[in-house]
């Protein structure tokens, strides 16, 4: 089993609907998650973190947390086109600040 | 807010050359820097972790005299890919981690290498 899983996509939402962007991790012990985007042609950047179990609201992004269940979500609010990027999901490798990335989700939102 | 810059963001070189990629941490001390590459539509790989006044720690598979890191101080990492080749051709991307923020990294912007 990989480390961090995310299904690769492409997602594809209507503007204006919630995109619900999910990954699961392997390690119980992982104390930080971080949600990080992606445009084609560039570096990541750093959307959200969460280290606490429930959720996490910043704008029209929500992470959500369940560390019982080992996954962390990222859901996007009225999504706009400008939204459509590759969606990377990290957790820190067991007992290290390392972070292992999953392969990232494709989100396409259309007009 | 944290900005890691990268320089150059375009390289085309002939094969054989060395090529020197710089990471900066501008408005935070990084004792932490990470060097990824990616290759088109696929994901971004750890390349090696560089500690500021120690030697790099590799990933498995990654030749560490071909790419050469130095992290000589708080704020600069290099990478040197040497006699490169064709294959070497990608995109190359280091992250700065910031202590003071929960162990977050801020990526710089990238290099795009092109070695004919």
């Known amino acids: 089993q990989k480390e961090v899983e995310q299904n690769s996509g492409p997602l594809s939402v209507p503007e204006g609907a919630i995109a619900s962007l999910n990954c699961t991790y392997s390690?119980?012990?992982?104390?930080?998650f971080f949600w990080y985007r992606q445009y084609s042609g560039k570096s990541p950047e750093l959307i959200m973190f969460i280290y606490s179990n429930g959720d996490k609201e910043d704008g029209r992004f929500t992470a959500q947390l369940n560390k019982a269940s080992q996954y962390v979500s990222l859901l996007i609010r009225d999504s706009q086109p400008s939204d459509s990027a590759t969606y990377l999901c990290?957790?820190?490798?067991?007992?290290?600040?390392?972070?292992?990335f999953g392969r990232g989700t494709s989100l396409i939102v259309h007009p | 807010g944290a900005v890691v810059s990268q320089h150059p963001s375009w390289v085309i070189c002939k094969s054989g050359t060395s090529v020197k990629i710089e990471c900066r941490s501008l408005?935070?001390?990084?004792?932490?820097m990470f060097w990824y590459r990616q290759f088109p539509k696929q994901s971004l790989m750890l390349m090696a972790t560089?500690?500021?006044?120690?030697?790099?720690?590799?990933e498995q598979g990654v030749e560490k005299d071909k790419f050469l890191i130095n992290h000589a101080s708080l704020t600069l990492s290099t990478l040197t890919v040497t006699s490169a080749h064709p294959e070497d051709s990608s995109f190359y991307i280091c992250s700065a981690r910031d202590r003071a923020v929960r162990e977050t990294q801020y990526f710089g912007p990238g290099t795009r290498l092109l070695v004919l």
């Open positions: 408005d935070f001390q990084a004792t932490t």
């Open positions: 560089s500690n500021e006044g120690s030697k790099a720690t590799y």
């Open positions: 990290a957790v820190p490798r067991e007992g290290s600040y390392i972070p292992t």
């Open positions: 390690d119980r012990g992982s104390q930080s």
